[in-house]
């Protein structure tokens, strides 16, 4: 009977300590833990004991994994412990790249099609419309769709 109450014990407190210290090692050495526990559960009740425990262990830890992601919404140090990312702190100014449009400057990386172009002292990536543009040529913007910059080589004497 012992080993049955340290089992069930172990393993409800190791999952219960999973969720604090994400990474999934302890949980499953809690579920093993448990597993074992229905074994001595069986080895003492009897077989229709340990089937109705098992069944009642599987609800109750799902039941717990449920009620724990829900309520760590609540825990005021959550940002430490978990990834945490709100959309206001993604910024994109698809403004100031529409602005391009028209603008000229210089590959600043060989285009094969893709690379990094120097517009007004600002580096972008960018995609080159048919040929391959060598490093430190003379480049015109001449679309941006879905903010990808496309551009040409500038002609000479246009």
Do not use: W
Not at 65 to 83: C, D, E, N, T, W
Not at 126 to 142: D, R, S, T, Y
């Amino acid at each position: 009977m012992s080993y049955f109450l340290f089992f069930l014990i172990c393993g409800l407190a190791l999952i219960f300590i999973e969720i604090f210290v994400p990474g999934g090692i302890i949980g499953l050495a809690g579920c093993l833990f448990l597993l074992i526990s229905s074994y001595y559960c069986l080895k003492i009740f009897g077989y229709k004991i340990a089937v109705y425990y098992s069944i009642g262990l599987v609800f109750f830890v799902l039941l717990f994994v449920m009620a724990s992601m829900h309520f760590v919404r609540f825990i005021p140090f959550r940002k430490k412990l978990f990834l945490y990312s709100d959309k206001n702190d993604i910024r994109f100014e698809q403004t100031e790249l529409l602005n391009l449009k028209g603008k000229q400057g210089v590959a600043y990386t060989v285009l094969r099609p893709c690379g990094k172009i120097m517009v007004d002292g600002k580096r972008y990536d960018a995609q080159a419309c048919g040929v391959f543009i060598e490093k430190n040529k003379g480049i015109e913007i001449i679309a941006v769709e879905n903010n990808h910059i496309l551009v040409r080589e500038k002609q000479i004497g246009g």
